[in-house]
């Protein structure tokens, strides 16, 4: 009940503003005052909270993950991508938000990002929405 699911095609690592989407998912369950939870099923992607007006600090926030979390030769993890991984921990699986009023208690310059780290992929994520 009041579960969304929504899909993405990414690129290779990006954020994706999902703010729109989550509020879709807000609207079609009618409950004006609760609680907002977005979660990623994956173990190389995420999600954030972030600012959504300056399209530099999304650039910069990648340029800052892969500084932080380089992809080094002494991995063992087969796959590949366990820079993908230590990002996804770092950003974590999901966000909770108030939903008041029947809009999102967000901050002017808040929005909600999907975070990619290893694309391209399709990907998915859920909002669950309890409230009244
Ligand atoms: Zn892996």
Known sequence: MNLYHFTLSTSKENLFNITSMVNDALSASGIKNGIVTIFCPHTTAGITINENADPSVVRDFLLGMKEAFPDRAEFRHIEG????HLKASCVGASETVIAENGKLLLGTWQGIYF?????????SFYVKIMGE
């Open 115 to 123: 975070c990619e780290f290893d694309g391209p992929r399709t990907r």
């Open 81 to 84: 991508n366990s820079h993908a």
